[in-house]
């Protein structure tokens, strides 16, 4: 089973830069669609971005053209770069994936917190 811890979250202003990373263990994701979620305060936890096993990435609207996800196989991470950052991506970010390849993430780190200051 595999296990994701995300790191690289913090305290940053309205238009600054931060980049997640998700460290895998316990089996390789390099088949895997990865991912990551978002929950803001308050409401329900929403997709942000995707990737699959061949690099080929989609995401949410709201983050689109301000975020990018790439995946480090040889390093069994994901990343997820994000920039032009707003006060509304303020949230607990999740690293998931689809283990099984059903379409949908069955699997989810215990996430880190994103906080941007207007």
């Known amino acids: 089973q595999v296990q994701l811890v995300e790191s690289g979250g913090g305290l940053v202003q309205a238009g600054g830069s931060l980049r997640l990373s998700c460290a895998a263990s316990?089996?390789?994701?390099?088949?895997?669609?990865m991912g990551w979620d978002r929950q803001a305060p308050g409401k329900q936890r929403e997709f942000v971005a995707r990737?699959?096993?061949?690099?080929?990435?989609n995401y949410a609207d709201s983050v689109k053209g301000r975020f990018t996800i790439t995946r480090g196989n040889a390093k069994n991470t994901v990343y997820l770069q994000m920039n032009s950052l707003k006060p509304e991506d303020t949230a607990v970010y999740y690293c998931?994936?689809?283990?099984?390849?059903?379409?949908?993430?069955?699997?989810w780190g215990q996430g880190t917190q994103v906080t941007v200051s207007s």
């Open positions: 998931a994936a689809d283990t099984r390849g059903l379409g949908n993430f069955d699997s």
């Open positions: 316990g089996s390789s994701i390099s088949a895997y669609y």
């Open positions: 990737i699959t096993s061949g690099g080929f990435a």
